[in-house]
């Protein structure tokens, strides 16, 4: 049996089922281009130094309970006006929030923070919004003698938070 596939053109029921199954393919192929696309992009976007969700789930997994999340981002809007977003999006730590993490404020003009109080091969994770300024203290604890430190980033980089942000 033949069909009219359009004017002057002239398909068989294989001939439809074959362009069917090679659009669906296309589809595919088109939608896991897409996905390692926007993955290869979300990573060119992140700033030097942010570990990626894969580096932050084994670190975040070898580290089990003795994990320290140490958020370096200001509540103070006039001294770091650019927290202010993502403080919005995830509050700073406290007893009810964020039990692993403390705030351990990184002062740009001082290039210095507060060192946290625990054992120098601590596994640790810092962050602020976007990852400047939790590259600069994840350098200033290493120069300290912390040695297991990754940079997470923030709240702004979804999936790198997504590894860490609840602890």
């Not at 060192?115 to 601590?122: A, C």
Request: glycine fraction near 10%; hydrophobic fraction near 35%; proline fraction near 6%.
């Amino acid at each position: 049996t033949s069909k009219s596939g359009g004017p002057g053109q002239e398909t068989d029921g294989k001939s439809d089922m074959h362009l069917a199954r090679s659009i669906a393919t296309s589809r595919r192929v088109s939608s896991i281009g897409r996905r390692s696309f926007h993955a290869t992009i979300m990573s060119q976007q992140r700033k030097a130094g942010v570990a990626s969700p894969e580096e932050l789930r084994d670190f975040v997994a070898r580290a089990g309970s003795q994990l320290l999340v140490v958020d370096v981002r200001n509540p103070d809007a006039f001294v770091e006006p650019g927290d202010q977003k993502s403080l919005a999006v995830a509050a700073l730590p406290s007893e009810a929030c964020r039990p692993m993490a403390k705030n351990l404020i990184f002062d740009r003009d001082a290039k210095a923070m507060p060192l946290p109080d625990v054992n120098k091969e601590t596994p640790i994770i810092t962050h602020c919004g976007g990852g400047g300024r939790g590259q600069k203290a994840k350098d200033y604890l290493m120069a300290n003698g912390f040695t297991n430190v990754l940079n997470g980033g923030g709240p702004k980089e979804t999936d790198c938070w997504a590894e860490f942000g609840d602890k």
